[in-house]
C-alpha cells in the first residue's frame, strides 16, 4: 500500500477569501501541501478590516453578520477556534420614521409557528397586510426550489400590495440578498424565507462579530493553518494560472515567478476570475463562459463616532428609511461611542458624495434616536464596496459555475460559484468545502465537509 506520506500532493489555492479558507481547512488535516496564496496583507477577503488613519482602530469595511441557518459557516467558525467571537441575536429590533420599535423574537413552538406572534405584534403592519403575508408565504413554501421568475410581479400575483412588498419582502430581502425586491428572482427569495425564517427557531437568530473581522480571522486562523502545515504567503498577486499539456500545473505570479502545483483552487471574485485564465485556454471552459455576465450590487457602510452613547439596542432594523440596520459597536480606545449604519443595494448612492451621504445619515440618525439630537459626531467614514456581491436576478444560476472544471486539476471556489447559495460568507464557505471534495474525489478519495442545513 502506498502510504499518505508518498502520495501528498501540493496544491495551490488562490484567494485567501472565506472560500480560499474553507478549502484550506478541509484538505489540511489529510496531509496535503497546501500553500494558500492572497494579493493582499491579510486574510479574510470581502470579510476583513482595515486600520483607520485617525486612530489606528481596526474597522470592519463593512457590518458582517450571520444567522443561524449558516451551518457551514459556523462548523468554519467553530474549527478554527473563533465562534466564541458570535454573539447571538435572539432578538431583532423593527424601527419606523415615528421611532416606534417592535420586537421580533421566537416563541418556544415548532417553526413554522414560532415567529407567528412576533408578526402578529409588528405594528409596521395592518392586521390585513398579515393576513396577505401569510398567504404569500404559504404561496412560495409551494413554488418549486428550482423555479426562478422574477419576483416582484410573481408577489403581486399573490396578494401582496406595496406596504407589504416594501415593509416586509424588500426589507428582508434586501439585507439578505444586497438587491432590490425589483430585481430578485424568486429562488433566493424563497431561500431566504424558508431557510432563515421557517424550517428551524435558531435559523432566524443574527450573530454579530464581538471582535473585528481582522481579529475574527486573525490569530487563531493563522495559528491553525500553521499547525496544520498550510503556507500562508500574503501579498503575493497572481497573473495567473499556468498550463501544460492540457492541466493546470501551478500559477504564475505578477511578477513573473511561477509556483508549481499538482492541482490548483481558484477562489477569486467572479469579476477577476476569468482574467486569470489564459485566453487559449478559455474556450476549454465552457462552464466558465457566462461567468461575466454577473452583474455586481453594491454596499455602503457609514461610521459614526459619536460624543456620547446614542443607541438603546444593540441593533436596529429600519423601515422606510435610507439606512437599513444600524449597528451599536460600543466605546472606542479613543473615546467614541461608534455606530455603523449599512446600506444594502446602494446603487441609488453612487452619484453622491461621501459627505453628501454621510449628512442623509446622520440627518436620519438623529430624527430616530433622541439621544443622537444634540450629540456631536467627532469622526465620521463612508465607505462603498462596489462589487460586494453579484445580483440575485432571476435565472442567476445560469451564469454561476461549478466547483469541477473540464480541466483537470483546476478547481474553482468563491460565493459566485454554484452552491445553492446567494452571495454570502455561508454560500463562500460552502464553496470552499465542495472545492475541497472536488479535490478528493480527483485523487478517489470519499470526504463530505459540506454541512447540512437545519433540519
Known sequence: MTSPVATRESIVIVGGGLAGLAAAIALAPRGHRITLLESRNRLGGRASSFHDATTGQLLDACQHVSMGCCTNLA????????????????????????????????????????????????????????????????????LSADADEPLLPWLKRHGQNDRTITRFWGLVLTSALNETVERVGTKYARKVFLDGFLRHRKAFEVQVPTVPLGRLYGEELQGWLSQHGVTVRLGQGVRQVEFADGR?????????????????????????????????????????????????????????????????????????????????????????????????????????????????????????????????VLRSRVITEMTATFSAVPGVDALRAPQVTAIPSLVLAGDWTLTGWPATMEGAVRSGYRAAEVICAARGESAQFEQPDLR
Not at 441609488?348 to 442623509?360: F, M, P, S, T, Y
Open 75 to 142: 462548523h468554519f467558525s467553530q474549527t478554527i477556534g473563533v465562534d466564541r467571537f458570535l454573539q447571538p441575536q435572539p432578538v431583532l429590533w423593527f424601527m419606523t420614521p415615528d421611532r416606534r420599535i417592535s420586537r421580533f423574537a421566537a416563541d418556544p413552538v415548532p417553526a413554522p409557528f414560532h415567529l407567528s406572534r412576533a408578526l402578529l405584534a409588528a405594528h409596521y403592519l395592518t392586521f390585513t397586510d398579515k393576513l396577505r403575508l401569510v398567504r404569500g408565504m404559504l404561496a412560495l413554501m409551494r
Open 248 to 376: 493546470a500545473i501551478g500559477v504564475q505570479f505578477r511578477t513573473g515567478e511561477t509556483l508549481p502545483a499538482d492541482r490548483v483552487i481558484l477562489a477569486v471574485p467572479f469579476d477577476r476570475v476569468v482574467e486569470m485564465i489564459p485566453e487559449a485556454m478559455r474556450s476549454q471552459l465552457p462552464s466558465m463562459a457566462r461567468v461575466p455576465e454577473l452583474t455586481p450590487s453594491p454596499i455602503t457602510s457609514v461610521h459614526l463616532w459619536y460624543d456620547r452613547a446614542v443607541m438603546d439596542y444593540p441593533h436596529l432594523v429600519l423601515i422606510d428609511c435610507l439606512g437599513q440596520w444600524i449597528f451599536d459597536r460600543g466605546e472606542d480606545a479613543a473615546g467614541g461611542h461608534y455606530v455603523q449604519v449599512v446600506v444594502s443595494a446602494s446603487r441609488e448612492l453612487r452619484n453622491q458624495g461621501h459627505a453628501e451621504v454621510e449628512r442623509a445619515i446622520t440627518a436620519e440618525i438623529q430624527r430616530l434616536l433622541p439621544k443622537a439630537s444634540d450629540a456631536k
